[in-house]
Nanobody, 119 residues
Framework: QVRLVEAGGGLVQAAGSLRLSCAASGRTFRTYAMGWFRQAPGKEREFVASISRSGGMTYYADSVKGRFTISRDNAKNTVYLQMNSLKPEDTAVYYC????????????WGQGTQVTVSS
C-alpha cells in the first residue's frame, strides 16, 4: 500500500523548466518501481518515464528523451521528474504511479499535477 502526492506543476514559457515531485507514504518505497504518465485534454494517458526500485534503470518516451530526467530519493520517499526545454505539446496533467516488485502493472496513482507550457 502506498499513497502518492504530486507537486510542482505550473505555468511556464516554452523552453523553460519545471521539476515535479511525487511524495510517497510508507517505509517500503524502495520496493516499488515508479513511473510518470501524462494526459493532455482530449487525449489518452501516455507513458513518460519510469525508474527501477534502486534507481539504476530508467526509461523514457521518445517524445521526452533528452529533455526529461526521472530520479528518486528512497531516503525521502520521493520520485522526481526534471523537465527541461519544455514545449507546448508537453502541456498535460502529470501523474506519478507505483508498481510493486511483485506486480505486473502500475497499481497506485497520484491525483495529478497540471503542467501548462505557453508559446
Amino acid at each position: 500500500q502506498v499513497r502518492l502526492v504530486e507537486a510542482g506543476g505550473g505555468l511556464v514559457q516554452a523552453a523553460g523548466s519545471l521539476r515535479l515531485s511525487c511524495a510517497a507514504s510508507g517505509r517500503t518505497f524502495r520496493t516499488y518501481a515508479m513511473g510518470w504518465f501524462r494526459q493532455a485534454p482530449g487525449k489518452e494517458r501516455e507513458f513518460v518515464a519510469s525508474i527501477s526500485r534502486s534507481g539504476g534503470m530508467t526509461y523514457y518516451a521518445d517524445s521526452v528523451k533528452g529533455r526529461f530526467t526521472i530520479s528518486r530519493d528512497n531516503a525521502k520517499n520521493t520520485v522526481y521528474l526534471q523537465m527541461n526545454s519544455l514545449k507546448p505539446e508537453d502541456t498535460a496533467v502529470y501523474y506519478c504511479a507505483a508498481r510493486h516488485m511483485y506486480a505486473s502493472s502500475y497499481n497506485y496513482w497520484g491525483q495529478g499535477t497540471q503542467v501548462t507550457v505557453s508559446s
